[in-house]
């Protein structure tokens, strides 16, 4: 086979004997953009005034086991199954089209090598934690079909400044910003960023790059802001965070005592008199009585025990003195201290995030406790199925990006399968029943 030649818009092919262009609509004119102000003196731009916002970010987060579990709760419902490559048949009755899956080998096995059921859960847990997804994608050697896909770990990325045509032309990759790296490809490694001026329609400039994806936030020119950023802006995360702190510290230093035990100061002198008993012989009956004391009031066993004690006549001021007297300490300590901040700021936290206190097990604000009926949880999740919808077409751009770059066909459409669950299982007639959602999430 004689060897196709490319070249800028144009390629031959001599077998065919054929020349083939490629052609876009141009635009009347070029959309403007508004480049920030930006005077720190390294390559990227910071994320956050420290430049560590995501690593600020995930420690508040794995201090709170509510906004881990609700934001692992959306990823679950946003991913579903898995995704399915399907194709769309007309219905023979006039109906809903059929979703038939799509089996050409190409698709299938991209899907199968870069294991995209198994990495995409990762892109939208940052989407859903940061607002920000990074990809990156290798092409082939002939640079005109993506290889492999991989799902970058948000934390570590931070984009370039703009260029002079207000472009991102990078993203820079590193573990290390806590250490303030300057960037050698080392510690701090860059990916070029897609540019569509690159792409002439048949072959890509670069070997690889990189794609940033989010959940858009207005006024931010680099990275977005996640909507629950609020409750750590007002301090509701901090209070929820720092309630457990504060009773752990309490139990820690506080002493509880039970028992005042008022022991007459002459009472050892006149019990064991001199010279019957040395000092020595005192202190070790005095020991010994204590040591009794202990026993006699300790254990569950010992409740509902009569106590008795003697008192002396004093002969001077003909009266009788007090004896040993046993006073029981009211525990004034309040154990539910703080807990409604703490409930409260829970309460903001999956607000923020958007889940249903019944889906992660708790229930609703201001309620006595408990996990909600199972209708709850169904409809809870149905709902929140339902909102999903501008989510997931973020999640899935990229796929349909791969499918027009390798030039797959423009007819396969791609979408998350969930498990049907508006019928208890006894009732269901599949009992695990599948379905691509769509027009019903």
């Keep these: 086979m004689k060897k196709i030649i490319v070249e800028g818009n144009y390629a031959i092919l001599p077998g065919a004997k054929a020349i083939v262009s490629t052609t876009t609509a141009v635009d009347a004119a070029k959309s403007k953009s508004a480049p920030p102000y930006d005077l720190s003196p390294s390559a990227w731009s910071r994320w956050g005034d420290s430049n560590l916002f995501p690593q600020e970010v995930l420690i508040d987060i794995n201090k709170n086991s509510v906004a881990l579990r609700a934001l692992d709760k959306r990823k679950r419902v946003h991913f579903g199954r898995g995704i399915i490559a399907y194709r769309e048949t007309a219905s023979a009755e006039g109906g809903d089209p059929t979703r038939v899956p799509v089996t050409d080998p190409e698709v299938v096995e991209f899907l199968r090598l870069n294991q995209v059921n198994l990495i995409w859960p990762d892109l939208i847990m940052g989407l859903e934690t940061f607002a920000n997804g990074w990809l990156e994608f290798v092409l082939n050697k002939g640079r005109d079909r993506i290889n492999r896909v991989f799902i970058k770990d948000p934390a570590y990325c931070r984009l370039s400044k703009m260029d002079n045509a207000n472009k991102i032309p990078a993203v820079y990759y590193s573990a290390q910003w ?99 008993y040395t000092k020595e012989q005192r202190e070790a009956k005095r020991v010994e009585v204590l040591t009794e004391m202990d026993g006699f009031l300790a254990d569950v066993e010992n409740s509902g025990k009569a106590f008795i004690s003697w008192a002396f006549y004093n002969r001077v001021k003909q009266d009788y003195l007090t004896g040993w007297k046993i006073e029981v300490i009211q525990n004034k300590l309040d154990n539910t201290a703080y807990l409604p901040d703490s409930q409260a700021a829970n309460s903001e936290i999956l607000f923020s995030i958007g889940v249903d206190p019944c889906l992660i097990g708790a229930g609703n604000p201001g309620e006595s406790i408990g996990a909600g009926s199972g209708s709850d949880k169904r409809e809870a999740y149905w709902m929140l199925n339902a909102d999903m919808g501008t989510d997931r077409s973020v999640t899935l751009a990229p796929l349909y990006f791969i499918r027009d770059f390798n030039r797959w066909d423009p007819t396969i459409q791609f979408d998350y399968v969930t498990v049907d669950t508006s019928q208890t299982q006894d009732q269901h007639p599949t009992k695990t029943a599948k379905r691509i959602d769509k027009t019903q999430a």
């Design 178 to 276: 806590e250490m303030n790296p300057s960037f050698d490809n080392v510690k701090v490694v860059s990916l070029p960023m897609y540019d569509a001026s690159k792409y002439n329609g048949l072959v890509y400039a670069d070997p690889q790059f990189a794609m940033h994806i989010f959940y858009r936030s207005f006024n931010k020119s680099f990275y977005h802001l996640p909507l629950w950023n609020a409750v750590r802006v007002n301090k509701w995360m901090y209070i929820a965070n720092i309630v457990p702190t504060l009773k752990a510290a309490i139990m820690r230093n506080q002493m509880t005592i039970k028992y005042h035990i008022q022991i007459p100061d002459d009472y050892f002198t006149n019990r064991y008199p001199s010279p019957d």
